[in-house]
């Protein structure tokens, strides 16, 4: 992706980013407002020059070698998490690289990430599959006990909560159900795992559907290209 773009650019975005939030956030009864992680699996070094002078803070990665390639040029501008497909053989490369996974989805790589996580451990999101379709990563909802069993029994692989991705979708209103499911499974777990993890995070909207998530309790908001394109696409929402 070769738009040229300014810091400027993304500062205009990303308020009306969080304008849209605002407006969510009354009409869900929230106080708390939620993180904005900006994807950043399209910008070149350029761009993230940009990302870094408007004011962003929080950016995320697909893949463990663009992670290196990025964090070898802007270091701990960000801080950094890595929401893509982890596969078992790159946790080496991304657990100390990261402050956050959001995409932890088998036992086998819970076990892999408690190997390579520092003394102090490691934190995750597990990824639920609500929607069910068969082209997404994710545990069944039945599945997810099984995993944070699995996080605890590790002694270094701490949830923090959950992450999904919903369909995608001309009508943010018809992947609302994917969102509510998603904080009904937390807030159900969460009462029996206090004890171990708090599970407060949820990770869950995109450029797309924000609005509709941050109704439904999301508290990390990933958007990416909303704020580098030239078409309008971060507009303002009203919700209707």
Same mark, same amino acid.
């Given at each position: 992706m070769s738009v040229r773009i300014s810091a400027s650019g993304i500062r205009e975005r990303l308020e009306i980013v969080r304008e849209n939030i605002a407006r969510a956030m009354e009409r869900g009864g929230r106080r708390e407002w939620p993180r904005i992680l900006v994807a950043t699996k399209y910008y070149g070094p350029e761009q993230i020059s940009a990302l870094r002078e408007a004011g962003v803070g929080l950016v995320g990665e697909n893949r463990?070698?663009?992670l290196v390639q990025k964090q070898e040029l802007f270091g701990d501008a960000f801080e950094w998490h890595f929401i893509g497909h982890l596969q078992r053989r790159k946790a080496r490369i991304v657990v100390p690289r990261v402050t956050l996974i959001h995409s932890v989805d088998s036992v086998r790589l819970i076990e892999e990430i408690a190997r390579r996580a520092p003394e102090e451990g490691a934190d995750v999101l597990l990824? /639920?599959?609500v929607s069910?379709?068969?082209s997404k990563y994710g545990v069944e909802p039945g599945e997810v006990e099984r995993l944070l069993e699995a996080a605890a029994a590790s002694g270094k692989v701490r949830v923090r909560g959950f992450m999904t991705l919903a369909p995608l979708v001309e009508d943010p209103e018809n992947v609302r159900y994917v969102f509510a499911q998603l904080r009904?499974?937390?807030d159900r777990l969460r009462r029996?795992?206090?004890p171990h993890f708090d599970l407060s995070e949820l990770s869950m909207g995109m450029s797309n559907d924000y609005p /509709?998530? /941050?109704?439904e309790g999301s508290t990390l908001v990933r958007v990416g290209r909303t704020?580098?394109?030239e078409d309008g696409s971060a507009r303002r929402q009203d919700g209707s």
């Open positions: 463990a070698q663009d990824q /639920v599959n069910g379709e068969e009904e499974i937390r029996s795992w206090r /509709v998530a /941050v109704e704020l580098i394109e």
